[in-house]
């Protein structure tokens, strides 16, 4: 598991957000993040359940939800550049300049 591996290599995820959309909201990993100490910002999907939660909300920061759509959709932007999304480089410096054109475009377009 990948929080595993990054426990291995001396990360740490005390207290760090885990940041998802409604479509990873399930008990089974609220659970898993709760027990790994990390923060849970998950939208509630109001079609997991039938009546509304009884008790206090969940905790759900809309700032860092925010934030965190900027980052999806710089990566979907570059996804849109076959270059970098194939790659046909074989020397990392080239490589690198593509993605470099690929950022200067995409800072254009916002």
């Not at 207290?15 to 409604?22: T, V, Y």
């Not at 009546?51 to 939800?65: C, E, H, S, W």
């Amino acid at each position: 598991m990948m929080i595993n591996h990054l426990r291995e290599c001396g990360i740490c995820l005390d207290n760090s957000i885990q940041n998802a959309d409604k479509g990873f909201d399930s008990k089974s990993l609220r659970r898993a993040i709760q027990r790994r100490k990390m923060i849970l910002n998950i939208k509630e999907n109001s079609r997991n359940r039938k009546m509304p939660k009884a008790g206090r909300k969940r905790d759900f920061n809309l700032q860092v939800y925010k934030e965190r759509f900027v980052n999806e959709r710089c990566f979907a932007w570059m996804d849109s550049f076959r270059t970098l999304l194939v790659r046909f480089d074989k020397l990392d410096n080239s490589w690198l300049n593509w993605h470099y054109l690929a950022f200067a475009l995409i800072l254009l377009k916002v």
